[in-house]
């Protein structure tokens, strides 16, 4: 069973931020917070990780709280290409890689 | 860089046949897992294979089986299918050189897999 729970599905209008939430209150001391998204069943694309701290790459920022019981995932400036379903996973090894239902996003015009 | 590859894309087999599917990893990363996805289970890890070993290993029949060469690519069998080995089966690389939930792994475009 995935350690993440996330709601089923999320609307976003075209240009404004996608703010993505994630629950995973049994998380422990070494475990990371992953985000996928998965577009039409091909593969799983990496967005960003997080351990303590927020983090901001090119694509996304993540926030996780201090307890780090949840996290949020945040397109700035979300577009139709976003549409996809996202993962969130909490992991110590590969072995651990477990994905849940997700979240669908719909990015609409 | 170029990504994680993964032949052949699409591939169609009748019940008692066997299939091999490649992976070619992103350059640099030595460690390749495989996992199954379908809409009921979800994604399943098979197993990982590191330096040519399988370091890894998930809770799937032994009908299931990998292996990983000398330059990091890596196959994968099923022998003896089943109707319920319909799946998208996805292969992901990454460095390898710690074994810890820092290490990021990249996913290829999958083959998608139909047993008739």
């Known amino acids: 069973d995935a350690k993440t729970t996330q709601p089923p599905s999320m609307d976003c209008a075209e240009g404004r931020a996608a703010n993505l939430p994630c629950n995973h209150s049994t998380i422990s001391g070494n475990e990371y917070v992953y985000w996928y998204r998965q577009i039409h069943s091909q593969g799983p694309q990496y967005i960003i990780h997080g351990l303590k701290n927020n983090e901001t790459n090119e694509m996304a920022s993540l926030i996780i709280t201090e307890d780090r019981k949840s996290s949020t995932l945040i397109l700035p400036h979300a577009t139709l290409r976003d549409t996809a379903v996202y993962y969130c996973i909490v992991r110590v090894g590969i072995d651990d890689m477990r994905f849940g239902a997700g979240t669908r996003l719909t990015v609409k015009p | 860089k170029a990504g994680v590859t993964q032949t052949p894309r699409y591939l169609i087999k009748t019940r008692g046949q066997q299939v091999t599917l490649s992976c070619s990893p992103i350059?640099?990363?030595?460690?390749v897992s495989w996992y199954q996805q379908t809409p009921g289970q979800g994604l399943q890890f098979l197993f990982e294979y590191f330096s040519e070993t399988q370091r890894n290993k998930g809770n799937f029949p032994g009908r299931f089986s990998g292996r990983q060469f000398s330059n990091s690519r890596s196959e994968m069998n099923v022998s003896t299918l089943e109707l319920g080995d319909s799946a998208l089966y996805l292969c992901a690389s990454s460095l390898g050189t710690r074994h810890l939930g820092s290490e990021t792994q990249y996913f290829g475009p999958g083959t998608r897999l139909l047993v008739l």
């Open positions: 350059s640099g990363h030595r460690s």
